[in-house]
């Protein structure tokens, strides 16, 4: 589990522990953090690593399934660590594959919505080849999941690996950083100590938002699939940045206003899944409603917050 100590993959390390799998969690901790992964020291099946996996990667005994999750996830952190976030895209998926090659494990690779760019049609398909800008900011991440998936069907042509690719929409939950630019813990932060909720743009593009634990079951359930070319996994049901702005405040009971700034650069103007596949192949779809999401989420920010 490459990236474990991550917001997602610490959860998906639970859910394999859960389901009987013994755990090998490497991280370099470059945006990740062992407070994610310090409830799992003491279980026998777990161990973790400190490492980079853009190294010469090597594990010691059988291996059955690799998940690639190392990479930096959010805006702030990709804009900080362009070259790290290409690194991990390019060379951390071709050790990560040649590991699966020698081991004969089934390869996963967590690519990312973003592949679709500032799309032009909506919701998106994994049939739409996307709209991305590769010499902007953003292209950094963009490019480097759309990189990792030809790279992935690349290993799974020509060596036979088996394959597994999950293109995530916007998802949300305990163990996200407070501060990792993404919006809902911005806007609970801000919300939680009465500041100003910052929204970009005029507040009318969208997302749809996915709680963490419909996500690892829908992670989990792809992996054991037979199904090797990419799907969407993601909640399609879809919200403006303002609206969520003013649930989370009402939520959190702040005297927070709402301030507007100007749109980051190639930002997209929608997000929404077309989850056809998933639901027909996987049977699988979100059943955490945003408000209840929401409120646990708004619980551990709380909680890590003192408030």
Excluded at 94 to 100: C, F, S, V
Aim: net charge neutral; hydrophobic share 35%; glycine share 8%.
């Amino acid at each position: 589990m490459t990236g474990g100590a991550g917001f997602l993959g610490s959860h998906l390390c639970d859910r394999l522990l859960h389901e009987g799998h013994e755990v090998v969690c490497l991280d370099n901790l470059i945006t990740g953090s062992t407070e994610n992964i310090a409830h799992l020291m003491s279980n026998r099946k777990f161990s973790f690593v400190k490492y980079d996996v853009t190294n010469y990667l090597f594990v010691d005994g059988p291996i059955d399934f690799i998940f690639h999750f190392a990479s930096p996830a959010s805006p702030i952190d990709y804009l900080k660590f362009p070259i790290q976030t290409l690194k991990v895209g390019s060379l951390g998926t071709h050790k990560a594959l040649g590991l699966a090659k020698e081991k004969g494990a089934r390869f996963f690779i967590a690519s990312t919505s973003e592949v679709y760019g500032d799309p032009l049609i909506h919701p998106q398909t994994e049939s739409y080849w996307g709209n991305v800008n590769p010499v902007g900011p953003r292209g950094v991440y963009d490019e480097a999941k759309r990189f990792a998936e030809a790279m992935t069907m690349a290993y799974h042509r020509t060596h036979g690996v088996e394959t597994r690719i999950i293109r995530i929409f916007n998802t949300y939950g305990e163990r996200m950083r407070m501060h990792d630019g993404r919006a809902i813990p911005a806007f609970m932060s801000q919300a939680l100590h009465h500041e100003d909720v910052t929204v970009f743009g005029d507040g009318s593009q969208t997302r749809s938002v996915c709680y963490v634990s419909d996500l690892i079951d829908g992670i989990y359930k792809l992996m054991m699939s037979g199904y090797d070319m990419p799907m969407n996994i993601g909640n399609p049901e879809e919200v403006t940045m303002l609206n969520l702005a003013q649930e989370i405040i009402q939520l959190c009971g702040s005297r927070s206003k709402v301030i507007f700034q100007d749109l980051p650069q190639d930002d997209p103007k929608v997000r929404q899944p077309d989850i056809t596949k998933a639901k027909e192949i996987l049977h699988w779809e979100p059943h955490v409603s945003r408000r209840v999401g929401l409120e646990k989420t708004l619980q551990y920010f709380k909680a890590k917050l003192g408030v």
